[in-house]
């Protein structure tokens, strides 16, 4: 097959979304498959950031292959943001119709005019279904943007278009599938996030930055942004001084900027920033429990947190609130009301009273209910649903 990923995210991203480990299972199962994005206009060359200078570099390219993947970044007149005239629905619904060079164009030129699958990871896709002939197309369905800040407030719009006019939709969560159907997609499947199989590698060396003050260690690994729950962290902290709390991160919210500073006064506190992703099991397997402490809202009942299968695959106990898609998982986790700090703090010390009673026992029953939430599980399914519908039944 020939599939286009139309995605929002750099295809070498240290951090891999659930797109980037499903393309590379595509690419492995001898499919030829090209990575669409993200798109950069002109008011991003001048830009300093290390980002969009990279972007930069790839259009002027023409595109780069990564291992076995075509990565084209289009350059386009017309970017949809949240900024005065950038933001209307005219720019998100046609963005794609006004790159430099043509879109249609380029693709032609490596062999991705006319596609077997079109793979959409985000609203400004839309415009594709109209420019790429495809036999198939689908949504990846991970979040409701519109519950984000600093997103166009109209995305909503947007994403519901793109739902009415795909073949399929895959959501990430039971509540991102109901709205895909609320919504009027013709076919929403519940495919929820998963796990590298590098995260069930034992015997690991500890890191030379881990905690090593003798205190069981409590920790989070994610993005810092609008849906972490710090308030109730900071509880914790000051009242189980006998555990030290580690975040392992970018900060995406600057509000989180100045608590997160007092905290690291704690003598049981530490935040280390962003780490590469293939370092990640090195701070699981040397941690006691994992935190997911988010808010419980709109936002994070959408949620299916690639974090709690890290965690479980790791062998880690998880700490979360009572969110609607970990409680229907039926899988290991002490739960928590949100924003209780105190009922916060009685769930870690349940988690390390089960680590202490039932150890190497408990730890195993985690790791195999990971087992069964691998990239390569979820991957398997998605090719089953391909094969239940006769690619070669949707012609062109």
């Known amino acids: 097959m020939k599939i286009i990923f139309a995605e929002s995210h750099n295809l070498d991203r240290p951090d891999p979304l659930g797109s980037h480990h499903y393309i590379r299972l595509f690419r492995e199962a001898g499919n030829d498959c090209l990575w669409l994005g993200p798109g950069i206009s002109p008011m991003h060359i001048g830009k300093p950031d290390h980002l969009n200078r990279h972007r930069y570099r790839i259009w002027r390219e023409g595109g780069r292959l990564v291992d076995g993947i075509h990565w084209m970044v289009p350059l386009t007149l017309l970017f949809y943001y949240n900024k005065p005239f950038m933001r209307s629905l005219y720019a998100g619904r046609n963005q794609y119709r006004f790159c430099l060079p043509s879109l249609p164009g380029q693709l032609k030129k490596i062999g991705f005019s006319q596609v077997d699958l079109l793979w959409c990871a985000g609203p400004v ?39 009415e006019k795909v073949d399929f939709v895959l959501a990430t969560s039971l509540a ?19 796990v590298s199989d590098a995260f069930f590698t034992a015997s690991r060396k500890m890191p030379d930055d881990f905690p090593a003050d003798g205190r069981p260690v409590a920790l989070y690994l994610g993005t810092l942004d609008t849906r972490f729950d710090l308030e109730t962290l900071a ?21 989180l900027r100045e608590k997160i500073s007092a905290l690291q006064e704690k003598e049981n506190f530490s935040w280390l920033g962003s780490k590469k992703y293939s370092q990640a099991p090195d701070y699981l397997q040397h941690s006691s429990v994992g935190l997911i402490p988010f808010h419980d809202n709109k936002l994070t009942d959408a949620v299916n947190p690639i974090k709690y299968y890290e965690y ?24 928590y ?60």
Not at 129 to 154: E, G, K, T, V
Not at 178 to 191: C, D, I, L, P
Not at 315 to 331: I, Y
Not at 381 to 388: A, D, H, N, Q, V
């Open 125 to 163: 896709a839309l415009s594709l279904l109209d420019i790429i002939p495809h036999r198939m197309s689908c949504y990846r369905l991970a979040d409701r943007l519109d519950q984000f800040d600093m997103i166009p407030p109209n995305v909503g719009i947007i994403q519901q278009e793109l739902i």
């Open 176 to 194: 991102l599938q109901e709205w895909a159907e609320e919504s009027g997609g013709r076919e929403a499947y519940y495919m929820p996030n998963g």
């Open 235 to 255: 509880v914790a902290v000051h009242q189980m001084m006998d555990v030290h709390f580690l975040l392992i991160g970018p900060l995406t919210c600057e509000s």
């Open 312 to 335: 479980l695959a790791c062998g880690l106990p998880v700490v979360a609130p009572s969110l609607r898609e970990l409680q229907s998982m039926n899988g290991p986790l002490q739960a």
């Open 337 to 396: 009301r949100a924003g209780d700090g105190g009922d916060f703090c009685r769930a870690i010390r349940e988690a390390l009273a089960e680590n202490e009673k039932l150890g190497a026992d408990v730890k195993k029953k985690r790791i195999d209910f990971a087992t069964n939430h691998t990239w390569r599980a979820r991957f398997k399914s998605i090719m089953e649903l391909l094969e239940k519908k006769d690619l070669d039944n949707y012609s062109l």
